[in-house]
């Protein structure tokens, strides 16, 4: 299942790429990580930050919610309590990422509400089939991986490979998020194998480019390419020469929709989108 949009009230949000946040990055470098991505693209921004108090986390929030400014959903690792917290205060939380050994999703969901936005760990058949009994509407996506051996997360699990994540999804009843490892060079891969979207911590946070590193996994991921053919008609006034005195008609081709049939900046405007030639 790969559907790659989640329609909730808090959204709809982009499942294609996720920022995972890296505990070890300053928080400067972090914060232009987040918003690098989010420019790019990304839908999700979720806090990591295993090391840190309750506290702490909540002071972190306020700062991504600030980098973030709802262009993408904030969500929380592991801690319902303090997503809850956050929105208390006032922070834009779209939900939680759980994990195995976390509070129920039932409880998140029922806490959260229904426009929250609710992930889960998943890397067995066992978890599908514990996701697939919960009531309908309780999760949004599941997290599957490892896909690559990772030093993010020491103890993880036995890494699947691009064909191993291939066959366990085939059987997910739920949305997968490929992670563990990924990078621009197998995130397109991942998503022709059934991945609705990548997350990804290192890759983008670590970077020394993490802007650069954004895009190529958004390109890979097939956010922002430019499809379709679109006409534009319209009357321009020119400025200059006595020979470009007075007002003429244009009309160009250009490019006017996303590949996910959302409208690029040029649509309404055909002459500018013409102009623009290619929109993302
Ligand atoms: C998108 C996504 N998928 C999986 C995970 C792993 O979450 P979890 O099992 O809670 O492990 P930790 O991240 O807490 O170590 C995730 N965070 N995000
Ligand atoms: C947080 C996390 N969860 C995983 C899982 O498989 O559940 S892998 C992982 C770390 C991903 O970091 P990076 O992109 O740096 O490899
Ligand atoms: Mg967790």
């Known amino acids: ?49 295993k090391g840190a108090s309750a506290r702490e986390q909540l002071d972190l929030l306020a700062e991504l919610d600030a980098v973030i400014a709802g262009r993408a959903a904030l969500i929380v690792d592991d801690r319902l309590d303090v997503a809850l917290a956050a929105r208390d205060a006032g922070l834009r939380i779209a939900g939680v990422h759980l994990g195995q050994s976390d509070v129920p999703p039932t409880t998140a969901r029922r806490l959260l509400g229904e426009g929250a936005l609710v992930g889960w760990t998943a890397n067995t058949l066992e978890h599908f089939a514990a996701a697939a ?21 020491p103890g993880h699990p036995p890494a699947l490979g691009v064909d191993g994540f291939r066959a366990l999804a085939a059987h997910a009843p739920l949305p997968c998020v490929a992670i563990g490892g990924v990078t621009e060079v197998d995130a397109g891969e991942l998503v022709a194998a059934g991945a609705a979207g990548v997350a990804v911590v290192s890759r983008i946070c670590a970077a020394d480019d993490p802007a650069g590193a954004a895009r190529a996994i958004a390109d890979a991921v097939g956010i922002g390419v430019g499809v379709g053919v679109g006409v534009g008609v319209g009357i321009e006034a020119a400025v200059g020469t006595a020979a470009e005195a007075g007002p003429r008609i244009a009309a160009q081709v250009g490019i006017l929709a996303r590949a996910d049939g959302s409208p690029g900046t040029g649509a309404g405007d055909p002459v500018s989108a013409a102009n623009e030639g290619i929109v993302r």
């Open 133 to 153: 009994v919960l009531p309908a509407g309780t999760l949004d996506y599941l997290g599957v991986g490892v896909i690559h051996p990772t030093a993010t997360k």
């Open 1 to 49: 299942m790969s559907a790659t949009i989640v329609d909730r009230a808090t959204g709809p949000w982009d499942l294609r790429l996720q920022l995972v946040t890296d505990e070890r990055v300053e928080r400067p470098r972090l914060r232009r990580a987040v918003d690098a991505a989010v420019d790019a693209g990304a839908g999700v921004v979720q806090l990591r930050a």
